[in-house]
């Protein structure tokens, strides 16, 4: 115990007092830096995923917005989209045109011409006539299904592009109205702009067009019908067919004198 207490420290020299001592470390290795191992994530919530809006996705619910879901604007063109006939108008041009040809064909084909061929009014009508009579009604009915569409569409487009909008909360006697945020208006306005707007371009050329076709059939209509009722007048004037012979249900004194020359012997021209 005294021998113990008897060592003293060993001075360092000043030379290994200088220079800081070595110390041995083991080689580096991937387990002693990482020594837990991290395997990659899987989950779905970190892939990335792209946004996009179209007409058949529902639109994101408005952020403090007290408009009823179906009564805001940007769910009323979402509905015109999804339902018919409104829809025709803002698909395909070839296959638009076909629906509304296709609609007036069938009307005019099982409602028109029946109507017109076995109907009190086309009693006396040619042929002719009541095929134009019918090809006017069948115009008629695809007119008002199209002034019905634009009538819609046009409703839609003023609420989109307005800078307010009308609703009611319960029913139709709390009518209240709402601004719309500066995202919202810039949004509805730029869907009214490129995709109302050409809808309703193309409902006011149809509706010419059909104008234009209803007038067309009407004017022909007329002509034939007025040139038919002349030449009967001129044949019942005449008394006699283009043939020479007597029209059936027309007096005629020469007729009757050929069937019953008793009856004019006491007359002038009997002699």
Do not use: H
Request: hydrophobic share 40%; with cysteine.
């Amino acid at each position: 115990m005294v021998l113990l207490l008897s060592l003293k420290p060993l001075t360092p020299s000043p030379v290994q007092s200088q220079s800081p001592p070595l110390l041995l470390l083991s080689p580096l290795t991937s387990s002693s830096l990482f020594p837990l191992t991290i395997k990659p994530c899987k989950s779905n919530r970190l892939r990335q995923t792209r946004f996009s809006y179209s007409s058949r996705d529902p639109p994101p619910p408005e952020t403090g917005c007290p408009v009823p879901p179906e009564q805001q604007p940007i769910n009323e063109y979402q509905s015109l989209c999804t339902s018919s006939p409104f829809s025709w108008a803002s698909g395909d041009f070839v296959e638009y045109c076909s629906r509304l040809l296709a609609t007036g064909a069938g009307f005019a084909m099982f409602v028109g011409l029946p109507v017109s061929w076995y109907g009190s009014v086309g009693v006396g009508w040619e042929p002719t006539q009541r095929i134009l009579g019918a090809v006017c009604s069948g115009i008629l009915v695809v007119t008002l299904a199209v002034v019905r569409m634009y009538l819609g569409w046009a409703y839609v487009g003023n609420r989109l592009l307005s800078a307010t909008v009308e609703y009611e909360e319960t029913g139709w006697y709390d009518g209240q109205i709402w601004v719309k945020t500066a995202e919202v208006l810039a949004r509805d306005r730029l869907l009214g702009s490129f995709t109302v707007k050409p809808v309703l371009n193309r409902l006011k050329n149809t509706l010419v067009a059909l104008a234009l076709s209803l007038f067309m059939f009407i004017v022909l209509l007329i002509n034939t019908e007025s040139s038919s009722q002349s030449q009967k007048l001129a044949s019942i004037t005449a008394g006699v067919e283009p043939g020479g012979r007597a029209v059936a249900g027309v007096y005629s004194d020469e007729s009757a004198r050929s069937f019953e020359p008793e009856a004019f012997c006491g007359s002038p021209m009997a002699d």
